[in-house]
């Protein structure tokens, strides 16, 4: 494709045509990329897979675990503890099921730790209500909170927590491993 200008003053034309060549050649992959996407994720197959792994990354997400981290502290500044050692707290029991997760992974297995873990989570949950709904102004409710919110960290960090990320690699299939990955990290905040 030729421009004509008339009149080209310092090479504004061979720029103009250069600028022109580029823009022609990028073009069909901003038109590419969104048909692969689409495609690769509407399609039969990878589809179900890939709607399994993003759930669970929401699932993961929406457990309300950040806001049990950001809250612990005021949790335990209730219950007496400071909020130091409530940090601590928090961390021990995270880490020691995280340790005993990667334990029991093999042994038991995926769902297994998956469908316990939301199953505590959903307890201790139960526990942080029945805390804040008493009547009672006693330590036994502070202790049940506090109960409550270290027992939802180590059910989420037996399960919930490490699961989806290991599990992601594992359910798919080699040829969309790496696009089926990023689509479930996307979902993942």
């Keep these: 494709m030729y421009f004509y200008f008339g009149v080209c003053s310092n090479g504004l034309c061979e720029y103009l045509y250069s600028s022109f060549w580029?823009?022609?050649?990028?073009?069909?992959?901003?038109?590419?990329?969104?048909?692969?996407?689409?495609?690769?994720?509407?399609?039969?197959?990878?589809?179900?897979?890939?709607?399994?792994?993003?759930t669970l990354f929401a699932l993961q997400q929406l457990s309300g675990i950040n806001a049990i981290f950001y809250f612990s502290s005021t949790v335990f500044k209730n219950a007496g503890v400071p909020s130091d050692l409530a940090n601590v707290f928090v961390g021990i029991v995270n880490i020691s099921g995280s340790v005993i997760a990667m334990v029991l992974m093999d042994k038991l297995g995926r769902?297994?730790?998956?469908?316990?873990?939301?199953?505590?989570?959903a307890v201790s949950m139960g526990l942080q209500v029945v805390a804040a709904s008493s009547n009672m102004l006693?330590?036994?409710t502070l202790y049940l909170s506090v109960g409550g919110m270290l027992m939802f960290v180590f059910t989420f960090a037996i399960g919930a927590g490490p699961v989806p990320g290991l599990l992601l690699p594992e359910i798919f299939p080699s040829r969309i491993r790496a696009k089926a990955m990023a689509v479930c990290m996307s979902v993942h905040w």
Excluded: D, E, N, T
Aim: proline fraction near 6%; aromatic fraction near 26%; charge should be positive.
């Design 22 to 54: 580029h823009i022609q050649l990028l073009l069909p992959s901003f038109f590419v990329f969104p048909l692969v996407f689409f495609r690769f994720c509407y399609s039969h197959v990878p589809f179900a897979v890939v709607f399994i792994g993003s």
């Design 111 to 121: 769902k297994v730790l998956l469908l316990w873990s939301f199953f505590g989570m």
């Design 138 to 140: 006693g330590s036994g």
